[in-house]
């Protein structure tokens, strides 16, 4: 069994954390497609149901960012536990004031306080993974990881929800997520038998420690451009839902075909993180990000946008487009590895760079659409979106380090 968890580029002393981070984010998944929609059906004005939701991104773009530190800091299995624990007391507070007994300021502090947990959870995993993993094997390991990831919040999360809902409803399944969150938090910390310890040092070198999210920039700039790359990746995650359900009214399309679509759009996204992965420690990993991650990105939102346009009414034609957009994404899976190889030490300050990308993805899609899409139109959106994937190909090339921009000679 190990042989071949090394061979498939799981990193077998930590295996069960991946099974973690899938369990986790199901928990996390279960609520966002439905929940907003339901908020307003209670009640709570539009406006207010978006400042809670922004509150949310604001809380995750934190704890994505201090994930990496926090990690080192604090050690693997105590960061865990420290994120299972934020979970379970916002969805507390959440669900029990601010849903049953209709308390606005419970809507808010409880979702602030669950939005710091799943970055602490799974961010800091990929910190774990660069201890661990073989450098000839990293891209793949955290193919594995994005698989887990993405298969927990965007697949079973989502599609596992309209199944509950019908059996158990609403309030119910906010409570089970945290029965979810738990059965994740047992794999990464009762059945994984690794762990990393805290980094040695008194109180003072600890806030030094912390200081590094800061520091390591201006030692390694490079990280800028890590960040922005970071950002573009995951844009349209967050910017379509905004505006492309109401585009595709004007072709015919109902609700359900556009989530069947993006279902299966980011269906097939976390089945060629894994091919992505290995690619990735085969051809080279900019080579991957740039060709596919973002010259194949630029293209795909592009054609995914016009679509209706040229075939219009015609779901398979936009499924299709749909299924090579998701390949494409997950072009950007050996950018942890670039990150992970970027800095001697101080890697969790580095990933902590990374994930704060992935945190300010959230707000950032909806930000250009609010900012572009009444100036410039859906179409403008779309080229702006366009226009960012062909510079993300461009610069992932000055952000390689040396040694990985050629394929490894290993895996």
């Known amino acids: 069994m190990d042989d071949l968890l090394s061979r498939i580029g799981i990193p077998k002393k930590i295996s069960w954390g991946f099974a973690g981070v899938f369990l986790f984010m199901v928990g996390v998944g279960l609520e966002l497609s439905w929940l907003s929609p339901y908020l307003v059906a209670q009640g709570v004005e539009v406006a207010v149901v978006a400042a809670v939701f922004s509150t949310y991104g604001i809380s995750v773009s934190l704890a994505s960012w201090l994930s990496g530190v926090f990690f080192e800091i604090v050690g693997a299995k105590r960061t865990m536990l420290v994120a299972f624990a934020l979970f379970t007391a916002g969805t507390a507070l959440f669900v029990a004031v601010g849903v049953q007994q209709h308390a606005v300021w419970a809507l808010f502090a409880g979702y602030a306080i669950k939005g710091f947990s ?19 094997r990293m891209s793949a390991a955290y193919g594995w990881f994005w698989f887990a990831f993405s298969g927990g919040i965007s697949v079973v999360g989502a599609y596992g929800s309209d199944l509950l809902l019908t059996v158990i409803g609403e309030v119910p399944v906010l409570w089970c997520t945290i029965a979810w969150a738990a059965l994740g938090t047992v794999a990464i910390v009762v059945l994984n038998r690794d762990d990393v310890p805290p980094v040695k040092g008194d109180g003072a070198k600890r806030w030094r420690d912390l200081a590094t999210l800061f520091t390591i ?26 505006f492309v359900p109401i585009y595709l009214q004007q072709y015919g399309f109902s609700t359900s075909e556009w989530l069947s679509i993006w279902g299966t759009m980011w ?67 050996p950018l942890d590895a670039i990150v992970a190889n970027l800095v001697r030490s101080n890697k969790g300050a580095a990933l902590s760079i990374l994930n704060l990308g992935a945190g300010l993805s959230t707000l950032a899609g909806p ?29 992932v090339w000055h952000v390689t380090p040396r040694q990985a921009q050629v394929a490894p000679l290993s895996g």
């Open 217 to 242: 920039v201006r030692t390694e700039p490079r990280l800028l451009l890590v960040l922005g790359i970071r950002i573009v990746n995951t844009l349209p995650q967050f910017a379509l839902p905004v």
């Open 367 to 395: 930000l250009i659409v609010a900012l572009f899409a009444q100036v410039i139109g859906y179409a403008g959106v779309a080229w702006i979106l366009s226009l960012l994937y062909v510079a993300a190909g461009f610069a």
């Open 118 to 136: 799943y970055p602490l959870f799974s961010y800091s995993f990929l910190v774990w993974i660069a201890y661990r993993a073989e450098r000839d």
């Open 267 to 333: 269906l097939s996204n976390i089945v060629f993180n894994l091919i992505a992965g290995h690619l990735g420690d085969r051809m080279g990993w900019k080579r991957t990000i740039s060709y596919f991650g973002g010259f194949g990105c630029a293209v795909s939102v592009i054609a995914f946008f016009y679509a209706p346009q040229v075939f219009g009414h015609d779901y398979w034609a936009l499924l299709v487009v749909g299924l090579l957009f998701g390949m494409c994404i997950a072009g950007y899976v």
